[in-house]
């Protein structure tokens, strides 16, 4: 077996795509989309129809300016998790607005927005992640929505007290970001990795290895990867969501795929508990340089998205006549 087929026997995969034109070569049990993917995708035009079905379906809204462009913006992030849907046979992982990644109420609302308007579409709960970045307000906002069933997928993970944090908020799904840890060690010690000494994969791996050891239920989604060796240093990791690019060099080679992640292993280390409460999570997160830059850089790069998607969808609606000329 190719070691694609090999890896999907230890290890969900995921594609990280907005492009779910190339979902079906590759096969994977889940999707996950973010706003860059997205941007991305409706630069297009074989993705027209989407903005244009977005804009059709809202123009008798009662909204008005900068408040209906955002409403379909989100009603264009359900359209395109619909069609993912479509192809992928488990779930659709749709983020949540950066810009509100530390006011918890309106991350709440904004939950509760997409996992309606998914639901006005005949879609159920049970197939759809919110993507929230896990930043402390958007762990307490993953809280709440996880005690009403909504479940929840905190991106952006740089570090082990947010990923520890989640655990104790019964989160459903975490993504370490393994590239982007790399890409800062890389800069910072000016020289590369060997896969097994990647700053990235170690730190997705003592996350996986301390939930796991104190049986803790939420998944680990390893993401963000730059080299197939990353991918192949956490297989057995719960799940796995990477890039087309690299799904299709996975699919090429036929190299063994060892293990190299269990439960059964972790629970058997020797692991000391990090405490959680918002002053040591807040101290330990400032403690740790890259965390703290990646999650800032993070952010920053999803919000910008956001707001070039905006202008897309007002200038596509301001063409349409729905909005007036500025």
Known sequence: MNQLD?????????????????????????????PSLILAASKEERYANLLNRAVDEN???????????????????????????????????????ARLSFDTDALVEKGRKLIGLYAEQGISRERVLIKIAATWEGIRAAEILQREGI?????????????????????????????????????????DFAPAEDPGVRSTSAIYNYLKKYGYKIEVMGASFR????????????????????????????????????AETAREMKIDRIATDEKSFRWLMNEEAMATEKLSEGLRIFAADAVKLEARLAELLKKEKVLAPA
């Open 6 to 34: 090999q890896l999907k026997q230890i290890t969900k995969v995921v594609a990280d795509t907005g492009d779910f034109a190339t979902l079906a070569e590759y096969a994977p049990q889940d999707a996950t989309t973010n």
């Open 59 to 97: 123009r008798k809204s009662n909204l008005k300016g900068e408040a209906l462009v955002k409403h379909i913006g989100d009603y264009l992030l359900i359209l395109f998790g619909m069609e993912i849907l479509k192809i992928v046979p488990g779930r659709v992982s749709t983020e949540t607005d």
């Open 151 to 191: 479940r929840c997928n905190l991106t952006l993970v740089f570090s082990l007290v947010q990923a520890v944090a989640c655990g104790e908020a019964n989160v459903q799904l975490i993504s370490p970001f393994v590239g982007r840890i790399y890409d800062w060690y890389k800069k910072t010690e000016n020289r």
């Open 227 to 262: 080299s197939v060796g990353q991918i192949l240093e956490l297989a057995g990791c719960d799940l796995l969501t990477i890039s087309p690019k690299l799904l299709g060099e996975l699919k090429k080679s036929e190299g063994k795929v060892i293990k190299k992640l269990s």
